[in-house]
C-alpha cells in the first residue's frame, strides 16, 4: 500500500470522526440543556473537542504526507506525531473544563436530569464505540500514531457519556437529594480523559524525539542485511518513524581488505533489499565496518 493510500485512509477516518462528532455535540448539548443535566451538557462539549481534534489530524496528516524539498529534507512526516500530541493535550484540556463544570454544577441548586437523557446517551455510547473501534482499526493498519489519539479520543467520549448515563439513572431512581450525581459521574468521567491523555502522550513524545522503534522491526532488517553476499554482521540499527514512513541508520561489518569500490557495492545492495523488503521504509543510510580481524 503506498503512502497516498495510506494518507486517503487516515483522511477519511478523520472526516468520520468531525462528520459524526459535530452531530453529536449538538445533540448531547441541546438534550443536557432541556434536559437539566450537565454530565450531558459537558459530554457535548467533550465532543466539540473531538471536532477540533478530528481537525487537527486531518491537517497534520496532509502536511506529514508532503514530499522533502530544500528546507525539509527528510520531509514533513513529523507533522503526523505533533498533531498526535495536540490531540493528547486537548484531552487534558477538555478534562479540566469538565472538572471545572462539574464542581460548579455540584455547589448549585438545580432539578434532576430528565429521563429522555439516558436514551440519548445510550445512543451516543453506541457511535462513539462503533466510531473508536472503526478508527483504531485504520490507525493500527496504516501505523499512525495521531489516528490512533484521534480514536481514543472517541472512545473517552464513549467513556464520558457512559459515566453520565449512570449518573443520570442513579439522579432519576434516588429522587430527591440525588440531582447532582449525574455531575459526580462527570467528575469522574473527567479524571478518566485524564488518565487517557497521560497515556497517549507518551508514544507519541518517543516519536517526536526520534526514539527508537520496536525490536521486531529492527530484527527484520538486520535479517534482511544479513542475506547480502560479504556481510558478516550487522553492528549497529537505528530506525526512525517520519509520519506514515520509517528512515533507516544501519552499519555493517565486512571484510576489512575489500576495495571502496565493492564495499561500496554491498553498502547499496544492503540499502536495495532494505528497502524492497518494507514499502513503509522512505531511506536507508549504511555505514561500513571493517571486521575485527582486518582492522588497522
Request: aromatic share 8%; net charge negative.
Amino acid at each position: 500500500m503506498s503512502t497516498q493510500k495510506l494518507l486517503k485512509k487516515g483522511i477519511k477516518a478523520a472526516l468520520a470522526g468531525i462528520f459524526t462528532s459535530l452531530i453529536l455535540a449538538s445533540v448531547k448539548i441541546i438534550s443536557g440543556i432541556v434536559g437539566n443535566s450537565y454530565a450531558l451538557v459537558a459530554d457535548g462539549i467533550e465532543s466539540i473537542s473531538d471536532v477540533f481534534t478530528s481537525f487537527v489530524v486531518l491537517t497534520g496528516l496532509k502536511y506529514a504526507a508532503k514530499p522533502a524539498d530544500e528546507n525539509h529534507p527528510y520531509g514533513h512526516g513529523k507533522a503526523e506525531p505533533l498533531a498526535a500530541a495536540v490531540v493528547a493535550i486537548s484531552l487534558f484540556l477538555a478534562a479540566f473544563i469538565i472538572i471545572y463544570q462539574s464542581i460548579h454544577e455540584i455547589i448549585t441548586p438545580h432539578h434532576a436530569p430528565e429521563k429522555f437523557t439516558l436514551v440519548v446517551l445510550l445512543l451516543v455510547i453506541f457511535i462513539k464505540e462503533f466510531l473508536f473501534r472503526k478508527i483504531i482499526k485504520i490507525g493500527s493498519t496504516i501505523e499512525s500514531t495521531a489516528v490512533k489519539n484521534d480514536a481514543w479520543h472517541h472512545r473517552s467520549d464513549a467513556i464520558t457519556s457512559s459515566a453520565a448515563f449512570i449518573g443520570i439513572l442513579i439522579a432519576i431512581i434516588g429522587g430527591e437529594g440525588y440531582e447532582s450525581a449525574d455531575d459526580f459521574a462527570a467528575l469522574f468521567a473527567s479524571l478518566i480523559i485524564l488518565y487517557n491523555g497521560f497515556r497517549l502522550l507518551k508514544p507519541t513524545l518517543y516519536e517526536l524525539t526520534d526514539a527508537n522503534i520496536s525490536d521486531e522491526l529492527i530484527n527484520e532488517i538486520k535479517k534482511t542485511a544479513l542475506k547480502v553476499d560479504q556481510v558478516i554482521e550487522v553492528e549497529k540499527c537505528f530506525v526512525r518513524k517520519m509520519g506514515f514512513e520509517y528512515y533507516v541508520d544501519a552499519h555493517i561489518v565486512v571484510n576489512g581488505n575489500l576495495t571502496v569500490s565493492k564495499g561500496h557495492l554491498i553498502a547499496h545492495n544492503v540499502k536495495d533489499i532494505i528497502m524492497l523488503s518494507n514499502y513503509k521504509i522512505r531511506e536507508v543510510l549504511i555505514h561500513i565496518e571493517p571486521s575485527e580481524e582486518t582492522r588497522i
